[in-house]
């Protein structure tokens, strides 16, 4: 069964997609011991909110999530990893 969306939600579906793809990839750079728990507190975030149709809100939690793996990064360039 085909799910068809607006444009508007194709666009919010594609851009949480791509920040839950960033995340990743930023945690590949994190220390062996903490990989396995920020993996899986990335996760746990994504599917916590998996089923929120508002689209101010998904815009909102992306936001939130771009600072905060922003904030990630810059911590794991200060630690030179």
């Given at each position: 069964m085909a799910v068809s969306f607006d444009l508007q939600t194709f666009i919010l579906r594609a851009r949480v997609l791509k920040?839950?793809?960033q995340?990743?990839?930023v945690t590949k750079r994190a220390p062996a011991h903490s990989k396995g728990e920020l993996m899986q507190t990335?996760?746990?975030?994504?599917e916590k909110?998996?089923?929120?149709n508002d689209n101010?809100?998904?815009r909102y939690?992306?936001?939130e999530g771009m600072?905060?793996?922003k904030g990630l990064d810059e911590m794991l360039d200060m630690?030179?990893?």
């Open positions: 920040l839950y793809r995340a990743l990839r990335i996760r746990h975030e994504m909110n998996k089923d929120c101010q809100k998904i939690l992306i936001s600072e905060r793996l630690q030179g990893c």
